[in-house]
């Protein structure tokens, strides 16, 4: 038997994306969930490999959210599908993922178109330093016109094998960061995100509008605070959720309240304790959690909109230093060395 060749990363979240498009649309238009998987199957286009681990968890009888898991949803997306199961909102859930991707997809493509001119500017005038230090500065100071302890004749030796090693020490910065992620808690890394400078907002935001979402679905069902956080527990453990549940479930018994809890955790913003206290009191936690969600997930969205404007201006303001810093270290010399006296 011929073995399946394993998709990388980015394949199979294409996969994915289609996945949950075609099953939103076949649920939106009555199916259930074998005849919807049934016809994508039928339809070969999707990943044999990828229908196969989600129809043999199904058929294990395990949880639908152990289904999306299996072909590569995120644990958030993950915990979404689970609670949809609680609340029974499934095909809304599925919506809400599928706009998340598209919307995720837009500013990863508007990231992309925004900084891709500007790096190949900068590939540019690096390869320019690397030129002029191995063809035009040799030749020049063989005519003495310039010396060579003039800073320079200093920076266009040093700028390139300075930048390289600035992008080299990037990489390894960003590799060892990645790798002691992966052995921290959920917890920690949230608050950690959440006080970064210029992101750290949008991130707090970001979070807030998913955990009100999720807890205002499961409110509006009748459910009672100790009942979400026994729903949090069946989580993934290598979910926020889940280490939340674990350390909620022991302040619950000491007799602390549900918003007393959400203050002590800095990645959700304290609007949410206040929207819990005083929803226990009226009676309409859940709706006014849905709704505060939606007003959170707008001020996320024209924030972040916001933000990817300025990475353009900022990268070709970097780059124009760049160039007027070449010119002046290969100028300034030659015009030093025929009388002139600006430094």
Known sequence: MKKQRVPSKRIQQK??????NMLLLLLKNGFGLQESMDIM??????????MQNFQAVLVRGESLAMCFQVIGCTNKEVSQVYFATVHGNVTQTLATIVDQRKRLAKQ??????????????????LFLLIGMNVFFLPQLLMTNMISRDHWGVRFIQYAPISVLLVSC???LGYLGTKRTFNNISGIKKATFFCKLPFVGSLYSMYQTSYFSMEWGQLYTQGLESKQLLACMHELPKNTIMYEMAVAMKERF???????????????LMPE?????YQGERTGRLGEELL???????AQFAERSERLLKWVQPILFCLIACLVIS?????????????GGDLF
């Open 108 to 125: 990863k493509q508007e990231l992309l178109k925004a900084s891709a001119y500007p790096l190949a500017l900068v590939a540019m005038v």
């Open 253 to 267: 018994l000491v007799g602390d309240s549900f918003s007393e809890m959400i203050q002590t955790y800095p990645f």
């Open 291 to 297: 709704v505060y969600s939606q007003i959170v997930l």
């Open 272 to 276: 949410v304790a206040v929207i819990i």
């Open 169 to 171: 020490l990037g990489v």
């Open 15 to 20: 996969q994915v994306t289609l996945f949950l």
């Open 326 to 338: 070449m010119y002046a270290a290969m100028l300034l010399p030659m015009y030093q060395n025929i």
């Open 41 to 50: 199957e039928r339809s070969k286009q999707l990943s044999p490999l990828m």
